[in-house]
């Protein structure tokens, strides 16, 4: 042995060919468990329940709460506790105690003003003077319960494609975007007339304003494949506004020039949908 002394701490653990064997049953068991937890948790909670805050899935209280009672989990709060900080910026924190069965797991649930949700509006920084301190309480309680729910049944950071199985699309869920700068008055002015003049070529149908443009903000890549446009004109970006608008103006101007002012249409009549797609 060279001299080397071989104490129980660096004595390597020998396991036995039945007890590998049995590990690896119960290994894969608790994946399978795991698995079949997450359908049945997405299962019982919808759109609603979740929102896409900074581009990640997060369960609200309400979700939450619904998996709770599937499962039959409970939990005990204590009282939340208030961090003021020297320069006015503060915190709630709760401690909560999450019980499924015979386990019990202890979650801390925290949200403060210096928080990007509280701390910024339209990509610029909010006055501590502007947030309710309520909703910062109120958060930091929601962020409790969906932390001890996840926790104790082990679905912690849960992807967008986990969800879209179940049927949740990040598309429908509320979206919260820190970044977001809000749209100057002059594009804003811009946006307005644009819509305004895809509702009137669509003989103010909003199904039939979707599809054009969806027609006049699609465009091909430089590989040579097609780019999908938007349906929304809300999904349009601050840069993007006026490149549309010079597009759709200048065939709103002719289709003014061979459509001459009549009686408005009813709801879903469109003057001439054969020409709105074919002008470019």
């Known amino acids: ?72 989990i409970s939990w005990r709060i204590d009282e939340p506790v208030l961090t003021p900080e020297e320069d006015g910026n503060y915190s709630y924190t709760y401690k909560g105690y999450f019980t499924l069965g015979s386990a019990t797991v202890e979650v801390i649930g925290s949200r403060g003003t210096k928080d990007p949700f509280f701390s910024r509006a339209h990509g610029a920084d909010k006055p501590i003077s502007e947030i309710d301190r309520n909703d910062v309480k109120k958060a930091a309680l929601t962020n409790l319960i969906g932390n001890g729910i996840t926790r104790i049944l082990g679905i912690r950071n849960l992807t967008w494609e986990e969800l879209e199985i179940a049927g949740i699309h990040k598309d429908k869920t509320n979206k919260i975007d820190y970044k977001k700068k809000e749209m100057s008055g002059d594009v804003k002015d811009l946006r307005a007339e644009l819509e305004k003049m895809l509702l009137e070529m669509a003989g103010n149908s909003k199904v039939e304003a979707a599809k054009l443009l969806m027609k006049f903000t699609s465009f ?29 103006s200048d065939v709103y101007t002719k289709w003014k020039e061979s459509n001459p002012p009549k009686d408005t249409p009813k709801e879903g009549e469109v003057n001439a949908p054969g020409n709105l797609f074919e002008q470019q």
């Open 220 to 248: 091909v890549a430089k590989d040579g494949k097609e780019v999908q446009g938007k349906s929304n004109i809300s999904d349009l970006s601050e840069k993007a506004i006026p490149v549309t608008y010079g597009k759709i």
């Open 1 to 72: 042995m060279n001299g080397e002394v071989m104490t129980d701490e660096n004595m390597p653990v020998v396991l036995g060919d039945d007890n590998l064997i049995k590990l690896a049953e119960a290994a894969e068991k608790r994946i399978e468990a795991i698995k079949k937890i997450k359908q049945i948790a997405l299962k019982v909670t919808n759109s609603n329940d979740w929102v896409d805050q900074g581009g990640k899935p997060y369960l609200q209280a309400s979700g939450g709460e619904k998996v709770g009672r599937t499962f039959g």
